[in-house]
């Protein structure tokens, strides 16, 4: 079973920081299209940002200019940098990987934003 570990989240006041991290299997890691969901009490989930196996990037319209994606294939690794939180952005934070039409997912990883 493939395995895609998170770290990094937690509880941060508005305006804060957070860095996620999510490694994966090198078999994996280096032909997908790597991600981040989050999925809020009572909400659907819904895609945060995505990064290509060549580093093309897409970004929900609600995280554009505070949040940044980006992989190390020397750590086969994939960052969620978030910059200005707001309580909005409360979530389970999941990490996924897609390599031919097949989805790998993370346990997820829960981030507060406090007021």
């Known amino acids: 079973q493939v395995q895609l570990a998170e770290s990094g989240g937690g509880l941060v006041q508005a305006g804060g920081s957070l860095k996620l991290s999510c490694a994966a299997p090198?078999?994996?890691?280096?032909?997908?299209?790597m991600g981040w969901y989050r999925q809020a009490p009572g909400k659907q989930r819904e895609l945060v940002a995505m990064?290509?196996?060549?580093?093309?990037?897409n970004y929900a319209d609600f995280v554009k200019g505070r949040f940044t994606i980006s992989r190390d294939n020397a750590k086969n690794t994939v960052y969620l940098q978030m910059n200005s939180l707001k309580p909005e952005d409360t979530a389970v934070y999941f990490c996924?990987?897609?390599?031919?039409?097949?989805?790998?997912w993370g346990r997820g990883t829960q981030v507060t934003v406090s007021p």
């Open positions: 996924y990987a897609r390599m031919f039409s097949v989805d790998y």
């Open positions: 090198e078999t994996i890691f280096r032909l997908s299209t």
């Open positions: 990064i290509s196996s060549v580093g093309i990037t």
